[in-house]
């Protein structure tokens, strides 16, 4: 495995970063999950732009132009002769002493991963998954906006970690004022009465998936609504799905027990895993 390390390509052995990289003493960093399907990278730019908008936030100055980044990634997959793939790019704060001022730290350490992916949840596609709500909350966008997509994922392994005691597939997690947020890696929809109702991205990851499903929605005419949910409409809903880079679009068809719709996947979501899939076939950067 070759991994693109700050400007060089070194075998996975030699990939080593510092103990006292930021990124690792306090999680000062940013990333990304991408894919890549048949040999071509999904939505490659605006994974770039949202990575960027992340190190903004947070005031890192990623050391490439968003085109050299996209080259570092490109070559990343061919250095690895990878098709299908899962990616994972990396910037860090960088190389600081013990106190946490970023004013210490020199250069971003920048690094990408990939890997050989196939279905995240083989036949759960198929099945649907289990869901537990989870008493951890999302942190709130006043803390720290969800949509940087930064190195502090605590509170996300936090509910995973919920969801796996509980028997879950996925996590479901509830903001501070007690609206649904998200999965704990991935975008919540349900489906009432034939339309799709969504969060708003306030307190959630602004998912690219979630915006391709989006498009996806659109272009079958089903209607989408972007407002608050709470518990009820979850257990009352139709057919609830998720959505991200890893777990593309995935049904949930048991929350806490409660069987949701008929305890299959429904006709809407699987309309919009087959128009998902499509659209991952046709587009991409070779
Ligand atoms: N929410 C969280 C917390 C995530 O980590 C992810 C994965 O990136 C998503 C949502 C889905 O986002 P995307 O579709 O861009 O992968």
Redesign the pocket.
């Known amino acids: 495995m070759i991994i693109y390390l700050n400007g060089e390509f070194v075998p996975k052995e030699e990939a080593k970063v510092s103990v006292f990289d930021h990124g690792l003493l306090y999680g000062d960093g940013v990333f990304e ?1 991408i894919r890549a399907y048949d040999g071509r990278v999904f939505r490659l730019e605006e994974h770039i732009d949202r990575l960027y908008d992340s190190a903004k936030t947070l005031d890192i100055q990623v050391p490439l132009t968003k085109e050299e980044f996209a080259e570092a990634i490109l070559e990343t997959l061919r250095k690895n002769n990878l098709r299908d793939a899962y990616i994972r790019p990396v910037v860090t704060r960088g190389v600081g002493d013990l106190g946490l001022d970023p004013r210490k730290c020199g250069t971003p350490t920048v690094f990408i991963v990939a890997t050989e992916w196939g279905a995240m949840y083989g036949d759960l596609y198929e099945k649907g998954l289990t869901a537990i709500t989870v008493s951890v909350r999302r942190n709130p966008a006043e803390a720290m906006p969800p949509n940087v ?1 930064s190195l502090n994922y605590l509170n ?1 392994i936090l509910a995973k970690i919920e969801a796996n005691y509980k028997g879950g597939d996925e996590a479901i997690f509830f903001d501070t004022r007690g609206n649904v947020a ?1 999965g ?4 919540i929809f349900v489906i009432k009465n034939g339309a799709i109702i969504t969060p708003y991205t306030l307190n ?2 602004r ?4 915006h391709v499903v989006l498009e996806v929605a659109a272009s079958l005419g089903v209607q989408v609504n972007e407002q608050n949910l709470g518990y009820f409409d979850l257990y009352s809903a139709d057919e609830v799905f998720v ?3 890893a777990a593309e679009v995935a049904p949930i068809t048991k929350i806490d027990g409660r069987i949701i719709g008929n305890g299959q996947p429904g006709p809407i979501t699987r309309q919009l895993m087959a128009g998902f899939t499509t659209v991952t076939r046709k587009e991409g950067t070779p």
Do not use: A, H, P, Q
Request: no cysteine.
């Open positions: 999950g997509k996300n998200e704990s890696g991935d975008n959630n990851l998912g690219i998936t979630r959505t991200g880079t």
